[in-house]
Nanobody, 114 residues
Framework: VQLQASGGGWVQPGGSLRLSCSAS????????LGWFRQVPGKEREGTAC???????TYLDSVKGRFTISRDNAWRRVYLQMNGLKPEDTAVYYC?????????WGQGTQVTVSS
């Protein structure tokens, strides 16, 4: 299983970014996928998840601002982030759990500051 995240960067408060994660090594359409984020000194937290039917869940603090989506044909999961706030600054990771084991992408840094 390989996950490759991209799309992070620096943005001013109120701005937008779109993260992308490409996946290989498993039957993509059969699995739920997630985005997590982590800041130094804190535990990694689940930010958004999309199941294999397209159902989504979100961390309360990002509801209404972030949208997770998937493209099974291209084996990609996306995280559209609008209305970004400084507290969204973190390293963002894509995730899949397969056969009881969690797999992670390498992470992409998102920095929100003026």
């Amino acid at each position: 299983v390989q996950l490759q995240a991209s799309g992070g960067g620096w943005v001013q408060p109120g701005g937008s970014l779109r993260l992308s994660c490409s996946a290989s090594g498993f039957t993509f359409e059969d699995y739920a996928l997630g985005w997590f984020r982590q800041v130094p000194g804190k535990e990694r937290e689940g930010t958004a998840c999309i199941n294999n039917s397209g159902g989504t869940t979100y961390l309360d603090s990002v509801k209404g601002r972030f949208t997770i989506s998937r493209d099974n044909a291209w084996r990609r999961v996306y995280l559209q982030m609008n209305g970004l706030k400084p507290e969204d600054t973190a390293v963002y990771y894509c995730n899949v759990v397969r056969q009881g084991r969690a797999f992670w992408g390498q992470g992409t840094q998102v920095t929100v500051s003026s």
